[in-house]
DNA sequence: ACCCATTGCAAACGTAAGTTTCAAACATCC
DNA sequence: GGATGTTTGAAACTTACGTTTGCAATGGGT
């Protein structure tokens, strides 16, 4: 059927596009073309151009958020091998497993989420906080008892720490890549990258009880 | 002289409002209306929006940079005395102090700091790394000799984490402190604020040497 | 074979933005 | 004090965008 076809096409070609350049700066008229279908056809079957973003996160985040749920229920269920590094490894490996070890589309989808905090797209936040706001909290829940001698003020804060870090990374995760290489000559592989954004978050995390 | 007056209203509109709204989403209108100036004002004395945004950047950061120098030399002649900590205790205090100790003024050119990486103004972060890479390096030389064992590639990949930790907690400067308002009860102090930063931070970089 | 809802397409519309224009107001220097 | 260069002001220009429109093509159900 070329509906779906046509669909399909859209939210592929919008992902990498989005990831590339950011909301605003990618016009329908770049989506359309690359994705080979009519200008219109945007409005059409999405209605605007802001419902499009919401389906492109929509279709990478529902999978993601179930798999994380599934990982965190079995984690539930052994309270006592909850760690901080382990709780951070959750996301890792579901981001990176969740759509087939597809290193790429992870990292093209790790911008987007970096762009969803970081550019100005209100709608999307809400939309984002509305419909994976459970699993924030059910994540926040487990991380407490992680991190013994927490205040609340304290947990706020450090997570937050820890998420700019991460968005920052994934935001600018293929420039960064370069500029490392750029620097060091290495091209650092993703894992590794991940394995020391891991780390870095959870001694920040860890030291998280103020004074 | 009418001049250098609308000049620098002009800039004090577009601070305000860069780091409010973001680039992209303020407009040379409102600029203007804001400023009680012509539209036409803008590109007269500019030349052109680029080089207003530009021009916002300098005047915040020639004074700090020229601090933060000030401070580091003082630090250079006492090589023993270097910790990471301390190292990041010149950056917030310059940032401090520089402006006069206006808090409003430091937090909103915090954000614009965020967004000059976030937000896709490569001719921003073309200027920035030609005008101001220079500070960039001399502050990696001093960091080094304080994290021994770290690699040229930890290091790369660790101050950078910290970057992007200082740099999101910036950009978001006030809605995250709304948030921790809502969810604790409590306003947090900006002095706080900064401190638990530069302690997430400087336990994130210390971890620094990969396994 | 025909009907009709669905989809595709080219073109136009409305809007908001950065920039340019050009005449008027102003300041400066001889 | 008049000529000259600088700054301001209102308006128009240009461009790019998201969206809408009207119509043609399609294809499954009766």
Redesign the interface.
Known sequence: MAQKETVERILDAAEVLFAE??F??TSLRTITSTAGVNLAAVNYHFGSKKALIQAVFERFLDPLVEDINYRLEKFSQDPESITVEALLRVLSASVYEVHGRNTNRATAFMRLLGLA????QAHLRNYISEHYGEIFQRYGRLLKPALPGAT???L???T??????A???M??FDA?RA??EN??G?R?PVN??V???T???A??L??AS?D
């Open positions: 350049r950011g605003a700066e905090y970081t550019q100005s609340a003020e304290d706020f804060w450090h937050h720490f820890a998420l700019g870090t968005i920052f990374t935001s600018n960064l500029m490392a620097d060091t290495q650092t590794d990258i394995d020391r954004l780390t870095f978050m001694s920040g860890s030291n103020h």
